[in-house]
């Protein structure tokens, strides 16, 4: 159980366009889900926790107008990154804890390789 | 973007060896902790988990300790095998906030045949 599905696993596009990632909870209700970034050879940094049905709390030096989250049910939360560019270019991944209760562990997706020409 | 000069701290083993990975984690109140393995190009996966009510706790192959006195986490990874290789990352959790863990810098593990 506890398998989390994130989808595209990579992505190539144009400077400007915006770019959507889906995280999907496949086998549980995911009342919390997590997104963080990572470049190469470090550790993930946070950069909002999704709360489904209100807005999402984002990490100091995040801008929520470029990175707009939503997670409109317990299974499904969105990060669009509005007007990439190649400083946007990084690795993507999602994370979902069941609620109910503290000390849950997150449950990763499979991250999505964002790359901006 | 890619920072450059940055490498994670390495650690090579022999196959069949045991293999030991810390962690020293940042807040006193932090009361449970979790390890996760990072393979290539994919997301961490859970390895183990310990609260902070206990000191050791062991799953198949792997042993976690938790030293609250001097914020220290470890990792035990007994008879490692080429499948173990990987980068490994402690995380914690602050209670109250909302199953929200703060990520440690991580350790690539390298087994050698």
């Known amino acids: 159980g506890a398998v989390v599905s994130q989808h595209p696993s990579r992505v190539i596009c144009k400077s400007g366009t915006s770019v959507k990632i889906e995280c999907r909870s496949l086998?549980?209700?995911?009342?919390?889900m997590f997104w963080y970034r990572q470049f190469p050879k470090q550790s993930l940094m946070l950069m909002a926790t999704?709360?489904?049905?209100?807005?999402?709390?984002?990490e100091q030096g995040v801008e929520k107008d470029k990175f707009l989250i939503n997670h409109a049910s317990l299974t499904l939360s969105t990060l669009t990154v509005t007007s990439a560019h190649p400083e946007d270019s990084s690795f993507y991944i999602c994370?979902?804890?069941?609620?109910?209760?503290?000390?849950?562990?997150?449950?990763f997706g499979d991250g999505t390789r964002l790359s901006i020409l | 973007g890619e920072s450059v000069g940055l490498h994670l701290p390495t650690l090579s083993v022999q196959e069949g060896d045991n293999s030991i990975i810390n962690c020293a984690y940042s807040?006193?109140?932090?009361?449970?902790f979790i390890w996760y393995k990072q393979e290539s190009g994919k997301g961490p996966q859970f390895i183990i988990d310990?609260?902070?009510?206990?000191d050791k706790r062991q799953g198949q192959r792997v042993t976690v300790l938790l030293n609250k006195t001097v914020k220290h986490l470890s990792l035990q990874i007994a008879a490692t095998q080429p499948g173990d290789s990987a980068v490994y990352f402690c995380?914690?959790?602050?209670?109250?906030?909302?199953?929200?863990?703060?990520f440690g810098t991580g350790t690539q593990l390298k087994v050698e045949l």
């Open positions: 995380a914690e959790n602050l209670p109250g906030g909302g199953n929200k863990l703060t």
């Open positions: 310990i609260r902070s009510n206990m």
């Open positions: 999704s709360n489904e049905g209100s807005k999402a709390t984002y």
């Open positions: 807040n006193s109140a932090s009361d449970y």
């Open positions: 994370s979902a804890s069941r609620g109910g209760s503290s000390n849950q562990p997150q449950h």
């Open positions: 086998d549980f209700q995911a009342t919390t």
